[in-house]
């Protein structure tokens, strides 16, 4: 036994039983090993010896501190799941050296974005959340975790972001600068190309046809157009993407414990809910300093800054609010709190037309009225699903046809947008579906496709990045010619994906790609290295999930090291296991273990296994970032009053 002290004391079981690994266990195994040194690679490729990106000099615009962050931040998730332990201090490294570096261009300040949106931000500081569970905390985690979220609680001085009375963000641009309310040409800049094959952000832009659904950013005229109309219409009030700004209220208090964050995520959420209900049902896109809807617009409730019309529609409207309402169920262990999003997905799919033999739903509101009808996405109901495991939720799935094979799994050819089955490939996530199924007893060979499918995708990255298309060194040309694309290069190149890793051995969902905390129905820590992840050589599998129960298979593939870890009950330590029953590979009950803990302790012995099935009570205790072993919190720095 290892000389620490847990939290509690927590029960122990040992498995006895000699296994032959099955093949996802031996699949697993290969994926961390494969994963492990593809990561060195990419990290090689990519970065100097202190953590910055090996790029050009300068940069423009406000756009694009979220893109390095992106392309690194799995290599701090991977540590979380079992990964190599330099992956620690490398992922800490290179978020300070992004930092740092992305400080020098003007982008950041205080080591936040200067301002830019909830869409960006929260793709963003995803690689700060998978920092939080990769622990334990230092003094500067805790700090930043807490300067970030008074950003957004009206705490700041310098980053009035929050207006407490109004209970609204007072900007779709927001940061350590504070509220923009006025953008530039300059702002801009790097994103003119690119828009020039959407649609407008306006319907009545001068000289430019909205129907066309195109709008040409880089004809100078209609661009300072844009620009005056964004300032007028846009910038200043409230969005619904602003909701993904929960997230960063939920780190801090995973990180700290204290309820001002909770409470501001809370109520934030809550005076949409209020919005929403004033607007008869269907959430507004834009609400003024005042609090009134539509002020800026002409009274209307859609056209604001990533909302109803322009760019994405539905797809940043439905997005944040999931993300706000799944962060509210964990930090209050209140299924009502997802009633938002089970509304707005309600009424969309009342909205519904049939179209071509299939149902479609709209995507999109002009002053014309509802378009841009497209199928429903499946995705969103199965995040709630997950949350709730209520039959309401399980019915807003399965009322979506199945017009592909639910499945098929995919093995992501680019971050974006699958053609063949429409799925959201963004961060080369793509098999939310099928992982529904299996997780449903409906696809049991999941396991081991979707692993085979992680391989192939990594084998495909490291081909990418390995050509001169991958060389950073030649990207300089990409900008001198005004194509900003190689902002985007890390990610695309980046081989360290693997949703498989995350989906069977979380029993969870991979995050939402837009700023989603990652969830998960347990997670491990390895007792002998006194660090997160499943210890060398072990592999596991959510095999089911209940509303009050989880069935986990553990396999030492090792024949020769014997291990030991403890099982948490939910990411963040928010569920409580209360009796665990061991089982045989017969399936065949041995044992029944009271628990009534969010640890257990588990020993594998080499080349055994063991199969638990624990009864729980979810979101019953008071999520954190902690690990199992008591720690002292060091106390908060406290700098000059001048």
Known sequence: MNSYQFNRKSVQIKSSEQVTPPQWAIQQQLLFQTLNQAAQEFIERYTHADGTLIWRSDWPGMDGSDDPYEGF???????????????????????DGITWQWTEYGQIHREFDRYYDWMHHGEGYLYLYFLGLAGPATPK??????????????????????????????????GSMGPRFQVTEEDWSTHRGILDDYLAPFEDIPGVDFASQKCPWSDDETYKQIIQMMNERMNRGDVPLNLNMTSLLANAFLHT????YRDTAITYLAAWEERTRENGGIIPDNIGLSGEIGQNNDGKWWGGYYGWRWPHGFLTIIEPITNACMNAVMLTGDMKKLQLAREQLDRNWELRQLQDD?????????????????????????????????????????RIPKNHNWNDVLVPRMS???????????????????WYQYIRGLNPDYPEQILSANYELIGNQLA????????????????????FSSIHAWQEMCPIYFEGLVQLTLGAPMHNSHGGLQHGRVRYFDVGAKRPGLPSGVSALVEKLTSDSVTLHLVNTSLFDDQEMIVQAGMFGEHRFMQVELMNQKGEVTESINVYDKHIQVLLPAG?????QASMERYVNQPTYNMPWAGEHQPMLQGRVQ
């Open 73 to 95: 931040m799995n290599l701090a998730l991977l540590y979380v799941l079992g990964g190599s332990a330099e992956l620690h201090e490398q992922s800490r490294k290179i978020w």
């Open 257 to 260: 414990g204290d309820e001002r």
């Open 358 to 398: 299939k149902w479609v739903v709209p995507y999109k509101h002009f002053d014309s009225g509802w378009t841009d009808y497209r199928e429903a996405n499946p995705q969103y109901p199965v995040y709630l699903w997950f949350m709730s495991m209520a039959d309401e939720d399980l019915e807003r799935v399965e």
């Open 464 to 483: 990418k990045m390995r050509s001169p298309e991958g060389d950073p060194h030649n990207w300089s040309q990409q900008y001198s010619e005004g194509d």
């Open 141 to 174: 985690d805790r700090q930043r975790a807490v300067r970030f979220a008074n950003m957004y609680t009206g705490d700041d001085p310098d980053a009035q972001n929050y207006d407490r009375e109004k209970k609204l963000i007072r900007s779709p641009l927001t």
């Open 608 to 612: 055994t296994g063991i199969t638990l």
């Open 416 to 434: 974006g947008t699958d053609k063949k089955t429409g799925r959201n490939t963004k961060h080369y996530i793509g098999n939310m579906q099928p």
